[in-house]
């Protein structure tokens, strides 16, 4: 490939020359916070450069869930954090999906409100109460506005053929997307608003100085008035705040002929989610199982996870199926201690939107409102 030195003067002052604004990592925050930065200054030029041919981490990886708060991840966090922190949570989540959906219309990104369901296997170890079911609807109503957004659904086996889930508690206001056309949808947004996008630019180094910062890639230098790091789960290249990768894995199914299962659902407390992608099943989750080996920026799979995911799908999701595998994958999440994104100026003139919590759909697009709104 060409170095930078060797390009045009037409590609140079097109694309790398005067940049107000330079974004690493073109996945949720990055391409969201470069639309709001051209609605603050139609103006700015602002360019977004990614490693990847695709972005690179769990933007368009993910499982494609429009989801807030489940019961029993509710329930944990409230044993573990202060009421205030658990509720700003959820409301961060619900309000990010409202700015997403201000960004890229819903028909467009196949959105479905199809309900959630957080499957229980036994009663016995179950947490959640009717009191409880009761006091997070009243505080869900006082975010959302809509009235009984919990309730428990004891017929979930009968409805979609589980087997050994004893009970449910569906949240009537989530739903599902498709990634891949979120993002295809947030990309075209960008172009349409003058932001240049490189695909298979890494940024290497960050030298920083008051009035510019230089950015070297494997192609040579670029420099920027500004800076904005995007990059998520590979963000400890840049900060050395509390945050570490966590890799997901990821599993789908082939088309299964009537399947009953529509929706999306959580089971163990949100470490295993699962869904149907017309008459696919989609299942990810298992980091559990093995949190230090899947404390990684390396894509790929382990067999432990793997044999995880399809027992579930044998002998709890689809025990009443035939079905093949038909693809698996892998996305790196940026993780915490703390639910909440680190969004902050790290100098005058870089900043940095990273620490998703496994959320990037759910608040990825506030935060690129967020570091936006940093200028």
Same mark, same amino acid.
């Given at each position: 490939?060409?170095?930078?030195?060797?390009?045009?003067?037409? +590609?140079?002052?097109?694309?790398?020359?005067?940049?107000?604004?330079?974004?690493?990592?073109?996945?949720?925050?990055?391409?969201?916070?470069?639309?709001?930065?051209?609605?603050?200054?139609?103006?700015?030029?602002?360019?977004?450069?990614?490693?990847?041919?695709?972005?690179?981490?769990?933007?368009?990886?993910? %499982?494609?869930?429009?989801?807030?708060?489940?019961?029993?991840?509710?329930?944990?966090?409230?044993? #573990?954090?202060?009421?205030?922190?658990?509720?700003?949570?959820?409301? #961060?989540?619900?309000?990010?999906?409202?700015?997403?959906?201000?960004?890229?219309?819903?028909?467009?990104? %196949?959105?479905?409100?199809?309900?959630?369901?957080?499957?229980?296997?036994?009663?016995?170890?179950?947490?959640?109460?009717?009191?409880?079911? *009761?006091?997070?609807?009243?505080?869900?109503?006082?975010?959302?506005?809509?009235?009984?957004?919990?309730?428990?659904?004891?017929?979930?086996?009968?409805?979609?053929?589980?087997?050994?889930?004893?009970?449910?508690?569906?949240?009537?206001?989530?739903? %599902?997307?498709?990634?891949?056309?979120?993002?295809?949808?947030?990309?075209?947004?960008?172009?349409? #608003?003058?932001?240049?996008?490189?695909?298979?630019?890494? %940024?290497?180094?960050?030298?920083?100085?008051?009035?510019? #910062?230089?950015? *070297?890639?494997?192609?040579? *230098?670029?420099?920027?008035?500004?800076?904005?790091?995007?990059? /998520?789960?590979?963000?400890?290249?840049?900060?050395?705040?509390?945050?570490?990768?966590?890799?997901?894995?990821?599993?789908?199914?082939?088309?299964?002929?009537?399947?009953?299962?529509?929706?999306?659902?959580?089971? +163990?407390?949100?470490?295993?989610?699962?869904?149907?992608?017309?008459?696919?099943?989609?299942?990810?989750?298992?980091?559990?199982?093995?949190?230090?080996?899947?404390?990684?920026?390396?894509?790929?799979?382990?067999?432990?996870?793997?044999?995880?995911?399809?027992?579930?799908?044998?002998?709890?999701?689809?025990?009443?199926?035939?079905?093949?595998?038909?693809?698996?994958?892998?996305?790196?999440?940026?993780?915490? /201690? !703390?639910? !909440?994104?680190?969004?902050?100026?790290?100098?005058? /003139?870089?900043?940095?939107?990273?620490?998703?919590?496994?959320?990037?759909?759910?608040?990825?697009?506030?935060?690129?409102?967020?570091?936006?709104?940093?200028?």
């Amino acid at each position: 490939m060409l170095r930078i030195d060797n390009l045009s003067y037409w +590609e140079k002052s097109t694309y790398l020359e005067n940049i107000d604004f330079l974004i690493i990592g073109s996945g949720i925050v990055g391409l969201s916070t470069a639309i709001f930065l051209k609605r603050k200054n139609k103006q700015y030029k602002v360019l977004v450069i990614d490693r990847g041919y695709l972005p690179t981490g769990a933007s368009t990886k993910n %499982a494609g869930f429009t989801c807030f708060g489940s019961p029993t991840e509710l329930f944990d966090d409230l044993q #573990n954090m202060n009421d205030l922190t658990v509720w700003d949570t959820f409301s #961060n989540r619900y309000m990010g999906l409202n700015t997403l959906f201000e960004l890229v219309q819903k028909d467009k990104i %196949a959105y479905q409100e199809c309900k959630s369901w957080d499957i229980i296997s036994s009663k016995k170890n179950n947490d959640i109460t009717e009191d409880f079911i *009761e006091y997070i609807n009243g505080k869900a109503y006082e975010i959302t506005g809509v009235k009984e957004i919990y309730h428990e659904d004891k017929l979930i086996s009968s409805k979609f053929g589980f087997q050994g889930i004893e009970t449910s508690y569906c949240n009537k206001l989530e739903g %599902a997307i498709h990634t891949g056309k979120m993002i295809q949808e947030l990309y075209k947004k960008a172009i349409l #608003n003058d932001v240049n996008i490189l695909f298979g630019m890494n %940024a290497e180094k960050l030298e920083h100085s008051a009035q510019e #910062n230089v950015i *070297e890639t494997q192609f040579g *230098e670029i420099k920027a008035k500004n800076t904005i790091i995007a990059t /998520n789960g590979f963000a400890k290249k840049w900060i050395t705040d509390d945050i570490f990768p966590a890799r997901a894995q990821v599993i789908i199914t082939d088309e299964i002929p009537d399947l009953k299962i529509k929706g999306t659902f959580h089971y +163990e407390k949100g470490y295993y989610y699962f869904r149907n992608v017309g008459n696919r099943v989609l299942l990810g989750g298992g980091r559990n199982l093995d949190f230090k080996g899947e404390t990684t920026e390396e894509f790929g799979s382990s067999e432990q996870i793997q044999l995880k995911l399809k027992e579930l799908l044998k002998n709890v999701i689809l025990p009443k199926y035939s079905y093949k595998i038909q693809d698996s994958w892998s996305g790196i999440m940026g993780v915490g /201690n !703390s639910k !909440s994104p680190i969004i902050k100026k790290i100098n005058n /003139n870089t900043a940095i939107g990273v620490r998703m919590g496994g959320m990037g759909v759910a608040i990825g697009a506030q935060v690129g409102k967020k570091l936006a709104d940093l200028f």
